[in-house]
C-alpha cells in the first residue's frame, strides 16, 4: 500500500492570503486526488489531479480558487487561493495504488486549515 | 446526484457492547461500497464490498452489502476503546468519461467507554 506524506499537517492563516498544501507519495499511482472535510461533514472531492495536465474539478470548485498541480507520479499540490473563513477545513490527499484496485485510495494525514 | 447516508450519526456505547453502523445509497452506476475509519485526520481501508450478501470479516469487525436495499451493515463485536473513530461509508460509481467517483457519507462517531 502506498504512504502518503502531507505538508503542512496543520496552518492558520490570514483571510486573502494563499496556501499551498503538499502531497508526497512514497511510490508511483495512478491516480491522485484532493477532498475537503468541512467541520461535521463528509469528505467532498475537490479534483482529480492529473499529471501532465490540467486537474480534473468537481461541481463547485474551480481552477482559480483551488490551483492543483501534479507534475510527476508521486506529488501532488493544492493550493488555497484568497482565503476566507468557510475555507477552514481539513484537506485530504488520496492516491490510487493500483489500477486494478482503483477502489482502495490511501488518505494523506490532511491538512488541518484554520482562516481568521 | 449521487446520496449516501449513514445512521445513526453518532453512537455511545460500553466497551463489551456490539455495534451496528448503518449506511445507505443512491447512486447511478454502482460498483462497490467501501467502509473507513477515520481517527484524528487520515481515514484508513477496512472494507471493500462489491457482491451483496458475502460477508467480509477482520477480527472484530464485520460488513455485508445489501444491493437489493441498497444498504451495508458495519459491525463491531466486543467493542473496544480503541474503536472510537468516525466510521464512513463511501460509494464508488462510475461518473462517466472513464472515471469513476466516491461519494462519502457524513460519517457514524463511535464512542467506547470504559
Known amino acids: 500500500s502506498a504512504v502518503i506524506s502531507q505538508k503542512p499537517s496543520r496552518d492558520i492563516c490570514q483571510r486573502g492570503t494563499s496556501l499551498t498544501i503538499q502531497c508526497q507519495v512514497d511510490s508511483q499511482v495512478t491516480m491522485m486526488f484532493w477532498y475537503r472535510q468541512q467541520p461535521g461533514q463528509s469528505l467532498t472531492l475537490i479534483a482529480t489531479a492529473n499529471q501532465g495536465s490540467e486537474a480534473t474539478y468537481e461541481s463547485g470548485f474551480v481552477i482559480d480558487k483551488f490551483p492543483i498541480s501534479r507534475p510527476n507520479l508521486t506529488f501532488s499540490t493544492l493550493t488555497v487561493s484568497n482565503m476566507s473563513p468557510e475555507d477552514s477545513s481539513i484537506y485530504l490527499c488520496?492516491?490510487?495504488?493500483?489500477?486494478?484496485?482503483?477502489?482502495?485510495?490511501?488518505f494523506g494525514p490532511g491538512t488541518r486549515l484554520t482562516v481568521l | 446526484e449521487d446520496k449516501v447516508v449513514q445512521s445513526p450519526l453518532s453512537l455511545v456505547v460500553h466497551e463489551g457492547d456490539t455495534v451496528t453502523l448503518n449506511c445507505s445509497y443512491e447512486v447511478t452506476n454502482f460498483r462497490s461500497l467501501l467502509w473507513y475509519k477515520q481517527e484524528k485526520k487520515a481515514p484508513t481501508f477496512l472494507f471493500m464490498l462489491?457482491?451483496?450478501?458475502i460477508e467480509k470479516k477482520s477480527g472484530r469487525l464485520s460488513s455485508i452489502l445489501d444491493k437489493k436495499e441498497l444498504s451495508s451493515i458495519l459491525n463491531i463485536t466486543a467493542t473496544q476503546t480503541g474503536d472510537s473513530a468516525i466510521y464512513l461509508c463511501?460509494?464508488?460509481?462510475?461518473?462517466?468519461?472513464?472515471?469513476?467517483?466516491?461519494?462519502f457519507g457524513k460519517g457514524t462517531k463511535l464512542s467506547v467507554i470504559p
Open positions: 463511501a460509494v464508488d460509481a462510475y461518473s462517466g468519461a472513464g472515471s469513476y467517483q466516491l461519494t
Open positions: 462489491t457482491s451483496s450478501g
Open positions: 488520496s492516491a490510487l495504488d493500483s489500477p486494478i484496485r482503483y477502489n482502495e485510495q490511501f
